[in-house]
């Protein structure tokens, strides 16, 4: 990493700040950036994940995920309600019960790729 080079006002140099405002230039708008950062918050909670985990065969029954994870029903359906909200789950309704499945099947490779050394 380069030294921070200082113009005689103590501050970053004319080129220095020029090359600073292309790279902020590049990142996306803060709407997509919490957008970003609420997918990242509904990959933080290990029961979360595994749902994600199970939705990879096929589309389930939240009466199914919730006898598998063996939680009650309002935990799961909160870890359901953010996976959703996130937009990682698409969903639809049957009678009583809620019908899951993954939005996008490349969900499962992003997070096995995260532990690959």
Known sequence: MKPCEKDDKCG??????????????????DEILYEHAEILKAFSDPTRLKIL???QAGEL????IISVLEKPQPTVSHHLNIL?????????????WIHYKLANQDIISLLESLSKK
């Open 53 to 55: 985990y199970l939705l």
């Open 12 to 29: 970053p140099t004319a080129d220095q700040l020029n090359a600073l405002k292309d790279v902020v230039s590049k990142i996306p708008s």
């Open 61 to 64: 029954c939240a009466c199914e």
């Open 84 to 96: 959703k909200n996130a937009g990682l789950l698409k969903w639809r309704k049957e009678r009583v």
